[in-house]
């Protein structure tokens, strides 16, 4: 499932591919497969990240979660206009990462 994920990201890449909603869960993706998603998420411009994440019930660990979420925020840092972004709904739950860490994180509102 990872390569063939990491496919799918590469054609979306190369074809400079922007899409509103990544639906990826239950769909047994690793940390591997993350940074494959963080990699594409770089390549946007910083406007035409995706408004939604659906990673649910997957492998992904902190530093799979860590890559991503990184990547986000680097992107979103780079738009003029910060109070015309809206939030980007990102699920993971059922994973590899501590609920306190994502409980954390939804404290500090990231």
């Known amino acids: 499932n990872t390569l063939s994920f990491s496919v799918?990201?590469?054609?979306?890449?190369?074809?400079?591919?922007?899409?509103?909603?990544?639906?990826a869960f239950k769909a047994n993706l690793d940390d591997d497969a993350i940074k494959c998603l963080a990699s594409y998420l770089e390549s946007l411009p910083p406007t035409s990240l995706p408004d939604e994440v659906h990673l649910s019930n997957n492998q992904?660990?902190?530093e799979g979660l860590s890559a991503l979420l990184g990547t986000i925020e680097l992107k979103r840092s780079q738009v003029e206009q910060q109070a015309s972004l809206k939030p980007i709904w990102v699920r993971l739950e059922n994973?590899?990462?501590?609920?306190?860490i994502l409980k954390s994180l939804l404290a500090e509102g990231r």
């Open 60 to 62: 992904i660990t902190q």
């Open 8 to 23: 799918l990201l590469d054609i979306l890449q190369e074809g400079g591919i922007a899409t509103k909603r990544i639906k």
């Open 95 to 100: 994973n590899k990462v501590d609920d306190a």
